[in-house]
């Protein structure tokens, strides 16, 4: 069984995810998407867990997408990255996720 804390890894923040952000600003709904890097072996289930324990807030949807590892050559001899879990997680209530303050 995975830790609460070690669920998710780390917020995603790209260009995408910030349009992602603001899609139900422009549509008039009060949707907010936000994406997280998520353990390898981690669901839904815990994900929606994970976000109400760390950012005591209710997650609406959260869809899960694998990554894969790309290919890479290192002194002329392939091998793998790591495959990643990417979780997309709907709010609502149009809630707001203070994780990026600092930068």
């Known amino acids: 069984m995975i830790d609460v804390n070690n669920v998710i890894i780390a917020p995603m923040v790209t260009e995408k995810?910030?349009?992602?952000e603001a899609i139900g600003?422009?549509?008039g709904k009060r949707t907010v998407k936000y994406v997280f890097k998520v353990h390898p072996k981690a669901d839904k289930l815990m994900v929606?867990?994970?976000?109400k324990d760390i950012y005591q807030v209710q997650a609406?949807?959260?869809n899960?997408?694998?990554?894969i590892g790309k290919m890479k050559k290192f002194r002329n001899f392939p091998s793998?990255?790591?495959h990643w879990k990417k979780?997309?997680?709907t709010f609502k209530d149009g809630a707001n996720l203070e994780f990026s303050?600092?930068?």
């Open 64 to 67: 899960i997408m694998v990554c």
């Open 101 to 103: 303050k600092g930068v």
């Open 25 to 27: 600003e422009l549509t």
């Open 17 to 20: 995810s910030k349009s992602l």
């Open 80 to 82: 793998r990255r790591p």
């Open 48 to 51: 929606k867990n994970a976000l």
């Open 87 to 89: 979780a997309i997680v």
């Open 60 to 62: 609406d949807s959260v």
